[in-house]
């Protein structure tokens, strides 16, 4: 299984929550959602370029698509995009309705 076939598997699961999040109508801040993913694609690049250069991490060729952002692999990427989607989509559809009101 190549990093982009199990990154479809986490995406397509924080898809599906952030839908039921917008068709319940308990949708989260789509602005500071986008804020949290460029923050956490920038240390993303940062972190796993320094990790990588020391190497602490090291990935199969074979499995990764070989495009790269520094010595980061693109595939690297989907985490903390699924994360800044996923948790604050889980937020919402969570807290109490008494909350919202």
């Keep these: 299984m190549t990093y982009w076939m199990l990154n479809a598997i986490f995406l397509g699961a924080v898809v599906a929550v952030a839908l039921a999040a917008v068709i319940t109508r308990r949708m989260p801040r789509w602005a500071s959602v986008g804020l949290a993913v460029v923050a956490l694609l920038l240390v993303t690049a940062v972190f796993d370029n320094a990790m990588i250069a020391v190497g602490l991490v090291g990935y199969d060729r074979a ?5 790269f952002i520094g010595a980061a692999p693109l595939e690297d990427f989907a985490y903390p995009l699924a994360a800044a989607v996923l948790l604050p989509s889980l937020w919402t559809l ?3 309705r008494r909350e919202q009101a």
Excluded: E, K, V
């Excluded at 499995?63 to 495009?67: K, V």
């Design 63 to 67: 499995l990764i698509s070989g495009a």
């Design 94 to 96: 969570l807290r109490r």
